[in-house]
């Protein structure tokens, strides 16, 4: 089974930037889509951002043009480079990744344990 442990999180200042990095360790698997979620308190946890393995990236609007996702299949890692952060990014941010397990040749999902971010204005 793949575990995902995420890094990087913390407090900034609005319009400062933060690396967050996603860890995925386990025996015999593959990475093929990488994600990272946020979940503000009280509201529904939603995707930022998702990268298939060396596919095309695709954000949420809100964070268009100020989030990069970005992965590397032989490390098994995946970070989010946030820059321009504004208060309303203020969430536990999650990484999820969809992965072949090359024992039994499954398809399967893990999800991290998240990361903090706040923002203040």
């Known amino acids: 089974q793949v575990q995902l442990v995420e890094s990087g999180g913390g407090s900034v200042q609005a319009g400062g930037s933060l690396r967050l990095s996603c860890a995925a360790s386990?025996?015999?698997?593959?990475?093929?889509?990488m994600r990272w979620y946020r979940q503000a308190p009280g509201k529904q946890r939603e995707l930022v951002a998702s990268?298939?393995?060396?596919?095309?990236?695709n954000y949420a609007d809100s964070v268009k043009g100020r989030f990069t996702i970005s992965g590397d299949n032989a490390e098994k890692t995946v970070n989010l480079q946030m820059t321009e952060l504004k208060p309303e990014d203020t969430a536990n941010y999650y990484c999820?990744?969809?992965?072949?397990?090359?024992?039994?040749?499954?398809?399967?999902?893990?999800w991290g344990q998240g990361t903090l971010v706040t923002v203040s204005s």
């Open positions: 999820n990744a969809d992965y072949r397990d090359l024992l039994w040749g499954r398809q399967l999902n893990a």
């Open positions: 386990g025996r015999s698997f593959r990475l093929t889509a």
């Open positions: 990268m298939p393995t060396g596919g095309t990236a």
